[in-house]
C-alpha cells in the first residue's frame, strides 16, 4: 500500500513514495515515462521547466506523472515489491536487535565464551552495504552469488 494524502478531495502520492516506486518498477514504463519521471524525480526540474525541455506544454507533463504515479501504485498494489522490501527490512532489524540483547546477556551470564560473543557481536554490528552492492551489481547474465 502507497502512502498519499488527501487534498481538495484529490488523493496526493508525496515525492518521497513516488521515489521508492520509481527505483522499483520505472523499467515496466515507456521510455518517455521514464525519462519525464527521471527529470522530475533525479534532477528535481519543475514541470514548466520539463516542459521546456521536451518541448511539450505543462499539461502534459503533469498528466504524464500522474499517470506514472497511476500506474506505478496499481503496480505495487498488485505485486507489493516496496511493501514486501519494507517489512523484511524491518523483520531484519528486528532479529538483529533481539540476536544482539540475547548475545549480550549470554555473555553476561556465561563468561568463558565472551571471546566467541564478540566475534558474534562483530559480525551482527559489520555493514555489509557493499557486499550487497557488489553482489546486486554484476554486470553479466548472473549475479555475483550464482557464480
Known sequence: MYYSVKFFGFTVMNK????????????LLTPTQR????????????LSEIAAEKGIS?????DCLNGCKRQLAELENKL???????????????KLNDVTRWAEAFKAAHSEFEEEINQ??????????????????????QTSYEK
Do not use: C, H, P
Not at 518521497?16 to 523499467?27: A, C, G, P, T
Not at 525519462?35 to 519543475?46: A, H, R
Not at 507489493?80 to 528486528?94: F, H, I, T
Not at 559480525?123 to 550487497?132: F, M, T
Open 35 to 46: 525519462e519525464i519521471t527521471n527529470l522530475y524525480i533525479n534532477l528535481d526540474l519543475t
Open 80 to 94: 507489493k515489491v516496496v511493501e514486501n522490501g519494507r517489512e523484511y527490512g524491518l523483520e531484519m532489524r528486528l
Open 120 to 141: 558474534l557481536e562483530e559480525i551482527v554490528a559489520k555493514d555489509y552495504s557493499s557486499k550487497a552492492a557488489e553482489a546486486l551489481g554484476g554486470s553479466d547474465s
Open 16 to 27: 518521497l513514495e513516488f521515489m521508492r516506486l520509481w527505483d522499483s518498477y520505472s523499467e
Open 58 to 62: 505543462r499539461q502534459a507533463v503533469s
